[in-house]
T-cell receptor
């Protein structure tokens, strides 16, 4: 199993450009998440999904959109990139079953720089 | 308002000694806590967790202690090894929304040979 994979690994954008980050998981997990990590800030939840076709806002959703058209994929879009979106982006997924919490499995990250 | 706090940005210990990483939380609704470990240029990996119905959970060299009254948890690593050098994140989850984690800012642990 590949686990959680992210594409691309690195990207440099100019202000105003758009891009899509792709996350894929092969563990048949229901839940998927997008986080950003900034120096000294830990991981902050951007958007998440509790199943195919569903998405919800996290802690810092402004400037991002997401889609979960297939269970195994979770896309994060930046419509008009801003320098404040320079960050490392992590995708994660987790299994779900009632009465218990499973740990989240993380991808390797995408380092995005917006000039 | 930071709900999960790791007040020590870094910690340095000698190989073979104990490493103690601390985490405080403010949200009394949190009832499940996890520790993640992160190496540079990699994603975080799950290390150990504890439910609020317990006060201790042990897994090999790693033990997590929870003090609910103080809203404090700690991760003990004994004995510490150079390969344990990484950033450690404390994370917490609140019952009903159990799929969302709130992370602390992390503590960089350096284990010196």
């Amino acid at each position: 199993n590949a686990g959680v994979t992210q594409t691309p690994k690195f990207r440099v954008l100019k202000t105003g450009q758009s891009m899509t980050l792709l996350c894929a998981q092969d563990m048949n997990h229901e839940y998927m998440y997008w986080y950003r990590q900034d120096p000294g800030m830990g991981l902050r939840l951007i958007h998440y999904s509790v199943g195919e076709g569903t998405t919800a806002k996290g802690e810092v959703p402004d400037g991002y959109n997401v889609s979960r058209l297939k269970k195994q994929n979770f896309l994060l879009g930046l419509e008009s990139a801003a320098p404040s979106q320079t960050s490392v982006y992590f995708c994660a997924s987790s299994y779900s079953h009632s009465g218990s919490i499973d740990e989240q499995f993380f991808g390797p990250g995408t380092r995005l720089t917006v000039l | 308002d930071q709900q999960v706090k790791q007040n020590s940005p870094s910690l340095s210990v000698q190989e073979g000694r104990i490493s103690i990483l601390n985490c405080d939380y403010t949200n009394s609704m949190f009832d499940y806590f996890l520790w993640y470990k992160k190496y540079p240029a990699e994603g975080p990996t799950f290390l150990i967790s504890i439910s609020s119905i317990k006060d201790k959970n042990e897994d090999g060299r790693f033990t997590v202690f929870l003090n609910k009254s103080a809203k404090h948890l700690s991760l003990h690593i004994v004995p510490s090894q150079p390969g344990d050098s990484a950033v450690y994140f404390c994370a917490a989850s609140a019952g009903g929304s159990n799929y969302k984690l709130t992370f602390g800012k992390g503590t960089l642990l350096t284990v010196n040979p």
